[in-house]
């Protein structure tokens, strides 16, 4: 099997051998030392300031989405919310159910956000952003230079969902002036899911520590408080845990350029190996994570089932009305040159059987 889907993704053998070990318990001084570790080291890469937290939560990347809109912004909080596809729409609808004033900007499929789309809300008194860095339903990269440079001026707490695009785009969060990034662990972090990072600038700390919310599980000063001694409020997804320190310490070794510029070239290789096919690119400001195709012969559906059911490969197919229009090949996890030829392969030999 081959796995080009925008997460799960292929994992590396010695993340996938640390998953069939037992699981230890973890109330202890050998457990709280590696997530000491995990937070330094994602503190690392993430290009967090001092002050900086890392938080990890059970539960898949909507629950960090949740639980940041949730516990860094309030009522007396006017969001901005990017709006260009399924998981804008996602931190639209996270707002309106906790009840923090929002305002959409919604963008047609496949295109960026631009200065002048921002500009009718300059000086408007709002106080957050929230944006899906990678839009990965359209497979749209906002420029978040641009985003950070508005935040900057208005005042807004920036806080940005990097769940696709965390090790596949550079990000610094210091550097960039961002406040809150949140990831999963099934996408570039090439992990089993069930775990997501939520990482807050002093800022953001103090925001959270101040924000009274009704929840058990999702209050993160809770998460704060148990993370200065390396722990979570109740049994955090253990395995994964342990699955992350080592890829961390392989990307920290590393260092986290050579991560990106690693995903970088795998999308470069297979954009040039799709040249001439019947394939064509709907998105206005590509991330090296993920392309997304727009098949100009038959149904972006179809492709998707023949692959897996004829190929054994998976790309990732859209839903709602883009179902038929477009599918996407991702470039994340452990995957390689030799992996893009073999789905190439595949495309030409569905084009010479007529079924691209
Ligand atoms: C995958 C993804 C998420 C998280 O989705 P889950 O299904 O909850 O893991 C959130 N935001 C973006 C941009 C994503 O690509």
């Known amino acids: 099997m081959l796995n080009f889907a925008v997460g799960p993704v292929m994992m590396e053998d010695k993340i996938l051998r640390l998953g069939a070990e037992q699981i230890p318990y973890f109330r202890t001084a050998e457990f709280s030392a590696i997530m000491k570790e995990n937070e330094e080291m994602m503190r690392q890469c993430m290009g967090a300031g001092n002050g900086s937290r890392v938080l990890f939560l059970t539960g898949s990347g909507t629950a960090a989405m949740e639980a940041v809109v949730w516990n860094v912004f309030t009522s007396r909080d006017h969001v901005l919310v990017v709006n260009g596809g399924s998981f804008g729409a996602r931190f639209a609808k996270l707002c309106r159910i906790h009840r923090i004033p929002c305002t959409e900007i919604c963008l047609p499929f496949g295109q960026t956000l631009t200065e002048a789309d921002l500009a009718p809300y300059d000086g408007q008194g709002y106080t957050g952003f929230l944006v899906n860095l990678l839009e990965t339903s359209s497979g749209v990269s906002y420029d978040i230079d641009l985003i950070s440079r508005f935040c900057h001026k208005n005042g807004c707490l920036l806080a940005c969902d990097a769940v696709s695009s965390f090790l596949a785009d550079p990000l610094f969060m210091e550097k960039q002036g961002i406040d809150v990034v949140l990831t999963g662990s099934q996408k570039c972090l090439a992990l089993p899911p069930g775990l997501s990072v939520i990482t807050l600038n ?11 919310i009704e929840s058990m599980y999702f209050d993160l000063k809770d998460c704060l408080k148990n993370g200065e001694r390396g722990q979570t409020p109740f049994t955090p997804a253990v ?5 992350l320190h080592a890829r961390l310490e392989d990307i920290t070794k590393r260092g986290v350029e050579s991560e990106f510029a690693r995903t970088s070239e795998l999308a470069a290789h297979f954009r040039r190996g799709i040249e001439g096919l019947p394939l064509e690119i709907t998105s206005a400001r590509l991330s090296n994570a993920v392309t997304p195709l727009h098949p100009l012969n038959t149904s972006a559906y179809s492709v998707f089932l023949t692959l897996k059911d004829e190929y054994d490969i998976y790309v990732c197919p859209n839903g709602g009305d883009q179902a038929d229009q477009v599918f996407r090949v991702g470039h994340m996890g452990h995957l390689t040159k030799a992996d893009n030829q073999k789905l190439l392969d595949a495309f030409s030999d569905m084009q010479r059987r007529g079924l691209l």
């Open 239 to 243: 395995s994964v845990l342990i699955q």
């Open 202 to 212: 002093a800022r953001a700390v103090r925001r959270v520590e101040e924000n009274e």
